[in-house]
Every structure is written in C-alpha cells, then in structure tokens.
C-alpha cells in the first residue's frame, strides 16, 4: 500500500475509482462523505453559468440497455457521480420524451426542469408528493394554449420562452433569468444534440458501461452530418471497468490538420 492509498477514502469493496486523467492514479475506493467529496471536486462548475451534458452509453454507443432505459446501463458508482452531479446543479433538464419513457426521481436539491412542445406529460412517475416549485415545465409561449391546456391541473412552476420555436440559448436564458444559472442536461437524445450543435455545452459528463447492446439507439439524435471535438479534461475507472469521462468543446479546428 502506498501513502497516497493510505489516505484515500474508503466505504465498500469493489466500488474504487481510480483516476487515470490527469495521470495522478489517486484512488477512492469507497462511498463515505470524504469519497463524495473526492468526486465532487473533479465535477465542480467552472463558472456561476454552467451548462453540463450528463450521458452514459455502452461500448458501442447506445444510450440504453435492452430494457429501452438508461438503468440497465447504470451501477451504484454510476449514481453516485450522478448524484454529484445534480448537487452542483440549480436545474436538471430533461425532455418530455425521457420524462415519459424512463420517469424520473426528483432530483435532491436541483429542480427538474421538462422542456416540452405540447405540455403533455402522460405516464410520468414523479410520484404525487413532490414540491410543485421544484418541477419546473419550459414551453413555447406560442404554443401556450396547448401547453396549459395539457398539463391541466400538474402541480408544477410553468416557464414560457419567446417564439413558437426556441432553441437551447433560448432554454438556457430562460431558467438563467429564473434563478437556474447552472444546468445539467440527461437527454434524452433529441434535446442532447440541439444543445451539441448549438454550441450551449460547457462541458460533457460521460459514463461508459463495458457491454455492448444491440440494436442501439444513439445518444445524440438528429440526422444532418455534424461533427464537434471534445477534449478530455478527466477520467476516472471503476473497478468493474466503467470509466467515467469529463470533457469540454475543443477550441481547436482539428478538421483543417
């Protein structure tokens, strides 16, 4: 056992996380406060306004597992870092796809903030003892009428953007405004590469899980030919093989090499 092995945090077995970038080969290898805190300082914000892509996908780039959600995808060191996550964050964003499909937990202390065009959010499974301010639905003023009249009597905090057909500046100022500056975004993959090829992504947070799911549906959705480099600022293993990968926009043409 080394020093730095010595001081590492400790919590359970076969839950380590060695980090491989930076090349510091620091370990925690368990899920105490001081292991959290570990974590929590390799995903601090860089800024006050903050826009960070949360993904996990298989080796072959599916961002489900054959049940058609993210879980089968997921372990316990997975949501942990999740966890840390949202704890930096003011608003979770997720669309109403993803809402629909997988469900979602409220988030701890973020609020989760649903874009939607139609403000239908049939089969949700948020539970019926949530906070109402801490759902937050962003919609189309132009569409409001629809909206309104679809989500009905959900308790939730509704947020109008400008226009019939706001993008992700248009979202990112909008919950900024509102007391949401710093922002993690879960997908699903339509609303991950709007914010991709828009330029709104301050960095990405990506889980790989060692299996490979077939057929796989992609983490980032849309059709046109697009490229946009990343580079890797952190990344960290557990040992079961999972790596957990932080990177931020290139700001090299790397195409024109």
């Not at 406060?33 to 601090?44: F, G, L, N, P």
């Not at 860089?46 to 049940?67: C, Y």
């Not at 991709?196 to 030919?225: C, K």
Request: glycine share 10%.
């Amino acid at each position: 056992m080394t020093e730095a092995d010595a001081d590492a945090p400790v919590i359970a077995r076969g839950t380590g996380l060695t980090e491989i970038v930076p090349a510091t080969a620091s370990r925690c290898t368990g899920r105490t406060a001081d292991s959290k805190k570990w974590v929590s300082e390799r995903y601090r914000p860089q800024a006050d306004r903050w826009l960070a892509l949360n993904m996990i996908s298989s080796i072959n780039g599916s961002a489900t597992g054959p049940d058609g959600t993210s879980e089968t995808l997921s372990n316990r060191t997975d949501r942990m870092i999740l966890g840390v996550i949202r704890d930096h964050a003011d608003a979770v964003l997720v669309g109403a796809e993803s809402v629909r499909a997988e469900g979602y937990v409220m988030p701890k202390t973020a609020v989760l903030a649903v874009v939607t065009r139609s403000g239908s959010l049939a089969g949700h499974k948020l539970g019926d003892d949530y906070d109402a301010e801490r759902l937050v639905v962003l919609y189309p003023a132009g569409n409001e009428e629809q909206v309104l009249a679809n989500l009905g009597d959900l308790p939730c905090r509704r947020l109008a953007m400008p226009g019939n057909d706001p993008g992700p500046a248009e979202i990112v100022e909008t919950l900024a405004a509102n007391g949401y500056p710093s922002v993690v975004c879960e997908g699903g993959p339509s609303l991950a590469g709007q914010f991709i090829r828009a330029g709104q992504v301050d960095a990405v947070y990506l889980s790989v899980a060692p299996t490979f799911v077939l057929p796989a549906r992609p983490l980032i959705g849309g059709d046109d030919e697009f490229q946009r480099w990343f580079t890797l600022d952190g990344l960290l293993v557990d040992d079961d093989g999972n790596t957990y990968h932080r990177l931020r926009p290139d700001t090299q043409d790397r195409t024109a090499a």
